[in-house]
């Protein structure tokens, strides 16, 4: 596509190639390949088909415009945040300490809980459960194409962020990471259409897959049985099925059950825990994997990914399951 | 044509800027009302000069654009191609209407444009949206006689400067 561009960039004498249909001929006709070259573009991008590499050659490129198209939004909260009243800094901060107090009470009954289960997974012999670290990131102010489904997060390559990484939110899961810079990493949204999350409903422990609808208010779970046991308000957790998304995390809750006889499958509306069009924080997860085998050959096998978080801030060891 | 060189750097300045301009997210409220930047810069630039921006041009720049906000690629590409090509088209026509008449043009351009956006949307499985889709091309016609105005006015200190 370059050369074709750098030719018309060129030749500034676009008024004289009207040698085969006369100038608007021409004109038409570029017109023409142009949109042709555009639509075989769209194709492969959707695809995944070579573009898909070359865009992520391309941000690598382009990544400190992301940073200077930052600024300003960052300029200016950094001004709200220096000029908002005093008063309401000492409420926002009172809640803060209460709900820090809340969570950390909840915390504390978790690590029972968590020995607990520990102990009985040593008695039924089963694998360990694995061990999380959250690392935190902040969405970059960038505006992208609403049907773009990404947003962009402040931690790349240089962080250790990895490709397929999961995200959450303090409230569901957000999505998974797609493309990683230097500092900043692009997060595929699960409302995005293209993407599936298995999920399972933590009622009844049926299994299945959500689909992004392309809206960020609910996805859609089309593979449900039709005398499925869901009914609006049942939990949705990830099933940690594929071994993108770690299992347990909070998806959403069911909104609406479409039951239809005509159809084989019920349609499940679910409504996304996360706060995916208005979020700014997000936790990255690590799943450290379990040691299989006894602590006399992990050391080496272990320490590394271990200790790599623990040198940027301080993530928070939590056992799930 | 005297003035090709300055011109060219002043166009991709201000095609920079269109695109920056698109990335910084607006407060909450106003983001619905985010005009596409890039397409009324460039429609500017055909519409007043002969040829210096041309299809070329407005391809390459739709996939900077495509490759900084997300979108597929050859998206605002193609959106933007077909622009200039319209401008090209009716130029001569579209030059020497009063400026009200001239921003109703560019309202009938954006609204054009998001009719191929919302088609190709469609075609990729994604659910309609909402009325406020329709709101940055009156946004742009709003817009259009000031930029048009600042547009003219950096072009007529750029050749100052030349001189």
Not at chain 1, 61 to 68: D, G, L, N, S
Not at chain 1, 132 to 155: C, G, Q
Not at chain 1, 253 to 280: C, H, I, M, N, Q
Not at chain 2, 86 to 115: C, E, K, T, Y
């Amino acid at each position: 596509m370059l050369p074709v561009n750098d030719k018309n960039l060129v030749s500034r004498e676009s008024s004289s190639p009207g040698r085969w249909f006369g100038e608007e001929g021409s004109r038409t006709a570029r017109l023409m390949i142009y949109i042709l070259l555009a639509i075989v573009l769209m194709f492969m991008d959707q695809i995944g088909h070579y573009v898909p590499r070359i865009r992520t050659a391309m941000e690598l490129a382009f990544e400190p415009v992301f940073h200077v198209a930052g600024w300003p939004a960052e300029a200016f909260e950094s001004i709200e945040l220096r000029t908002r009243e005093r008063n309401k800094l000492i409420t926002e901060n009172q809640q803060l300490l209460e709900q820090l107090l809340k969570v950390s009470g909840s915390v504390q009954t978790q690590t029972a809980l968590v020995q607990e289960n520990q102990r009985l997974r040593d008695l039924l012999g089963a694998t360990r459960g694995r061990e999380y670290f959250f690392e935190f990131a902040e969405m970059t102010r960038v505006d992208l194409d609403p049907f773009s489904h990404k947003v962009w997060i402040n931690r790349g390559a240089d962080e250790g962020v990895l490709v397929g990484q999961a995200v959450i939110d303090g409230l569901g899961i957000v999505g998974q990471v797609e493309d990683v810079l230097r500092h900043l990493s692009s997060v595929r949204l699960i409302s995005d259409p293209d993407h599936a999350l298995p999920v399972q409903i933590n009622r009844t422990g049926l299994r299945t897959v959500a689909y992004g609808r392309g809206e960020t208010s609910h996805l859609l779970m089309p593979n449900v049985p039709l005398q499925a046991d869901v009914s609006p308000g049942d939990v949705i957790v990830t099933s940690g099925l594929g071994d993108r998304f770690p299992p347990g995390f909070p998806v959403g809750e069911v909104e609406r059950v479409e039951r239809d006889s005509g159809e084989t499958f019920a349609k499940v509306y679910v409504r996304p825990y996360a706060a995916l069009d208005r979020g700014r924080e997000v936790l990255l997860i690590e799943v450290q994997k379990p040691p299989e085998a006894l602590p006399t050959e992990t050391e080496d096998a272990n320490e590394p990914p271990q200790l790599e978080p623990q040198d940027e801030a301080e993530p928070l060891p939590v056992d799930q399951q | 044509m005297k003035h090709n060189r300055e011109s060219r750097s002043l166009i991709l300045l201000t095609i920079l800027m269109a695109v920056l301009l698109s990335l910084i997210p607006l407060p909450e409220v106003l983001s619905p009302f985010k005009p596409y930047w890039v397409a009324l810069v460039v429609i500017y630039w055909s519409l007043e000069t002969q040829d210096m921006i041309n299809m070329g041009l407005a391809f390459l720049v739709g996939l900077v654009l495509d490759i900084l906000s997300g979108s597929l690629m050859g998206l605002h590409a193609l959106s933007l191609v077909i622009m200039v090509f319209l401008v090209q088209h009716f130029r001569s026509r579209l030059r020497f209407f009063p400026p009200w008449q001239q921003a109703l043009s560019v309202l009938g351009l954006l609204v054009n444009d998001r009719i191929i956006l919302i088609w190709i949307a469609a075609l990729l499985g994604e659910p309609l949206p909402t009325w406020q889709y329709w709101l940055p091309p009156l946004i742009g016609m709003a817009l259009w006689p000031w930029l048009f105005l600042l547009l003219d006015r950096m072009r007529a200190m750029a050749r100052q400067q030349k001189s």
